[in-house]
T-cell receptor, first 113, second 115 residues
Framework: AQSVTQLDSQVPVFEEAPVELRCNYSSSVSVYLFWYVQYPNQGLQLLLKYLSGSTLVKGINGFEAEFNKSQTSFHLRKPSVHISDTAEYFCALTKWGFQKLVFGTGTRLLVSP | EAGVTQFPSHSVIEKGQTVTLRCDPISGHDNLYWYRRVMGKEIKFLLHFVKESKQDESGMPNNRFLAERTGGTYSTLKVQPAELEDSGVYFC?????????????FGEGSWLTVV
């Protein structure tokens, strides 16, 4: 079975500071990896996804993530955060050939002035 | 273009009552999914429709939950009778049929509170 671990339930950071949200996964088969964001009172929105190719994936709003197969990680980074990045971030995977997403428990990013 | 829409956005019902959640996918999306997030836990898959057929319903918790997608358009998820542990956010999502890895679009969720 596949699983996704987001060890940090909450990450506080000051505006304009860099941030890294950690995601590790477990799977015996090849997977696709995703980061979704949920802003307050909104639905889930896709930030970025890794399907194949370059291990560094760039997404919307200045976020990027790096796929590391040896460490089974897919950490999300942003060099300088804004107040508007305050949201909950979810890492997810799906097996090749399947549609079902497996999610982590989410990380709340709290950006303060 | 309209996104995935869900109704109602919030619902408070008493234990033992029935609630029906509705989802309208993005036009042209044959894949439709239901997910649920119980307070503080991960978002969990419930089931997957391709058009009107149930492709995978392995995540449905028990027979108090019934999902339908008549005509392959909108879908409903009925909980009858509701229990306290059914409280949470129910997300609907949709995607185009095709290669896996296609973007799955989520709605804003239906918040269900059972008291």
């Amino acid at each position: 079975a596949q699983s996704v671990t987001q060890l940090d339930s909450q990450v506080p950071v000051f505006e304009e500071a860099p941030v890294e949200l950690r995601c590790n996964y477990s799977s015996s088969v090849s997977v696709y990896l995703f980061w979704y964001v949920q802003y307050p009172n909104q639905g889930l929105q896709l930030l970025l996804k890794y399907l194949s190719g370059s291990t560094l994936v760039k997404g919307i709003n200045g976020f990027e993530a790096e796929f590391n197969k040896s460490q089974t990680s897919f950490h999300l980074r942003k060099p300088s955060v804004h107040i508007s990045d305050t949201a909950e971030y979810f890492c997810a995977l799906t097996k090749w050939g399947f549609q079902k997403l497996v999610f982590g428990t989410g990380t709340r990013l709290l950006v303060s002035p | 273009e309209a996104g995935v829409t869900q109704f109602p956005s919030h619902s408070v019902i008493e234990k033992g009552q029935t609630v029906t959640l509705r989802c309208d996918p993005i036009s042209g999306h044959d894949n439709l999914y239901w997910y649920r997030r119980v307070m503080g836990k991960e978002i969990k898959f419930l089931l997957h429709f391709v058009k009107e057929s149930k492709q995978d319903e392995s995540g449905m918790p028990n027979n108090r939950f019934l999902a339908e997608r008549t005509g392959g358009t909108y879908s409903t998820l009925k909980v009858q009778p509701a229990e306290l542990e059914d409280s949470g956010v129910y997300f609907c999502a949709s995607s185009q049929v095709g290669a896996t890895g296609n973007t799955i679009y989520f709605g804003e969720g239906s918040w269900l509170t059972v008291v």
